[in-house]
C-alpha cells in the first residue's frame, strides 16, 4: 500500500494538513500491516474533510 504524502508537510494540531496524519502515524507507517494503514487512511481522511471545511486543508501544488 503506497504513502499517502503529498509532499505538504505542514501540520495543524499534529495534523498534517497535506495527507491527514498524525506524526505519529507518519512515523510508524512503515511498520504498519495492511488492515492497520486501511484504518490510518480511513481516519486521515475524515481529518481532511474536517481541515478543508474549515479552510486550512493544503494542495499540492
Known amino acids: 500500500m503506497k504513502d499517502p504524502c503529498i509532499g505538504v508537510c505542514a501540520f495543524d494540531d499534529e495534523v498534517c494538513r497535506g495527507c491527514g496524519r498524525t506524526r505519529q ?3 510508524a ?3 504498519l500491516d495492511k ?3 486501511r484504518v490510518v487512511l480511513a481516519e486521515a481522511e475524515l481529518r481532511l474533510l474536517a481541515l478543508q471545511a474549515t479552510g486550512r486543508r493544503k494542495k499540492k501544488r
Open 29 to 31: 507507517w512503515k511498520k
Open 35 to 37: 488492515p492497520g494503514r
Open 25 to 27: 502515524e507518519i512515523r
